[in-house]
């Protein structure tokens, strides 16, 4: 089977680098799957996780902040933040889910502060997702 | 002659305990000076990475116009200085600080024509003592910081600009040469002008489709992209600093001990003075008997 190069990467590090199958995000206009020699492409990416299958095996990678960049059989990905299943505190996102879900239900706040919750929650629930696929 | 002896034997203790001390510090710099250069190399496939895609959508729609990539007429300028939160690092924030401070003068008649974004506890103090109108500052950075760290004021600075608050952002902060040369650096950040010429001339013509569309993706990467290059400066001068804080100390250290050096001589020539002061009396004291 064919396969293409996935790179993600962060500020900090490169999370991952391996020849994969397939990769499916979920860009600014609604989710878009990825095959090798896909054409030239560049989106935003929303807080979600990607999916990546790579030798017939399916996972998640947590991705926050980025886009997607597709050239010459090239996934790039560049991500404020970007984790492995394994790589994931849970609890830390439980909590994290916690906070953002009580700052949600206080709506006297203004939007701005609404909006930040919102991503938040948004962060913490891809993380328990990517999380507790692993 | 036994309080002198005394006095210089104390010295020579609080040397020795100088000595310990920046001898500790010389070697923790070193330890937290390869960190830093790794974390800074690390950052650098993102820096990269983001510059060739935008470089190639700016090649790619010629037509499409960013406000983060036009020049406007220059009415008030932003500055963003990086410096430590602390000090016995040699000439570092002081350097650093006065290149910021020659510009503004060479640059500006007054306070409203510039403003300034400041990193590091040091040169907020240092800008508040002076006067300088400080709009935004993050001090007590770790010493690896993320970019969650610095995520706000980065966006303010960049968000400033979009917003056309001031016409042009520099980054004034100090260059990793080597780990024994840092060299004071500013550098223009916004508007983004020299993009994508080196790739115009390779056939990097990616013809791209874009989602929402060009404009859109500009318009989200271009601000990430300053922000990037921000926080890889803070990068660079974190190396920086603890490439600083290392030479400083190690001066100190040498100076200690030449320092200790000299005391013991002076302790031996007081030691035998004394000895020989003794024996003088001894033989006086003898001889008077006979």
Redesign the interface.
């Known amino acids: 089977m064919s396969t293409m190069q996935l ?1 993600i ?6 999370v991952y680098s391996e020849q994969v199958e397939m990769v499916i995000a979920r ?3 609604g989710d ?1 799957g990825i095959l090798p020699n896909h ?6 990416l929303k807080v979600t996780a990607v999916k990546v299958k790579k030798d017939g095996d399916e996972f998640f990678i947590a991705v926050s ?1 980025g ?1 997607i ?1 597709v ?2 059989n090239t996934v ?1 990905i ?1 991500a ?2 970007a984790e492995m299943p394994g790589e994931i505190d849970i609890e830390r996102a439980e909590s994290a889910k916690r906070r953002a879900e009580e700052r949600l239900a206080d709506r006297k706040r203004d939007d701005i502060d609404f909006k930040r919750a919102e991503i938040a929650l948004q962060k913490a629930l891809t993380r328990l997702r990517v999380g507790k696929s692993g | 002659m036994a309080e002198n002896m005394r006095d210089i034997k104390r010295r020579i203790t609080s040397v020795q305990n100088i000595k310990q001390i920046t001898k500790a510090m010389e070697m923790v710099a070193a330890a937290k000076l390869r960190r830093a250069q790794e974390k800074a190399e690390s950052a650098r496939p993102y820096t990269e990475k983001m510059r060739e895609v935008i470089a190639s959508v700016a090649v790619a729609t010629d037509e499409v116009q960013h406000p983060m990539l036009v020049s406007r007429p220059v009415k008030k300028t932003g500055y963003l200085v990086i410096t430590s939160d602390r000090g016995l690092a040699g000439g570092f924030d002081g350097n650093v600080l006065r290149t910021l401070v020659q510009t503004v003068e060479k640059r500006h008649g007054s306070k409203d024509e510039y403003v300034v974004f400041v990193m590091g506890r040091k040169g907020s103090d240092f800008l508040k003592r002076r006067d300088i109108p400080v709009i935004g500052e993050v001090t007590g950075l770790p010493d690896s910081p993320e970019f969650s760290d610095i995520k706000s004021i980065v966006s303010q600075a960049v968000g400033m600009f979009a917003e056309e608050e001031y016409d042009e952002l520099f980054l004034v902060y100090n260059e990793f040469i080597n780990p024994v040369t840092q060299r004071p650096v500013e550098k223009r950040l916004l508007p983004l002008a020299d993009l994508g010429e080196e790739e115009s001339k390779s056939d990097l013509k990616a013809l791209y489709e874009y989602e929402p569309s060009a404009e859109e993706v500009l318009s989200v990467l271009l601000p990430r992209y300053a922000e990037t290059l921000i926080y890889s400066a803070l990068l660079e001068s974190k190396a920086s600093e603890f490439g600083a804080r290392m030479a400083a100390m190690g001066n100190a250290t040498d100076n200690a001990s030449e320092m200790i050096g000299a005391y013991t001589l002076q302790y031996n020539r007081a030691r035998q003075a004394a000895i020989t002061q003794e024996l003088a009396e001894i033989v006086g004291g003898a001889s008077a008997l006979e």
Do not use: N, Q
């Open positions: 790179d990467v962060t500020p900090e590090r490169k860009a600014e206009e878009i054409a030239p492409y560049v989106s935003p902040g886009f960049e050239r010459e790039t560049l404020e933040t």
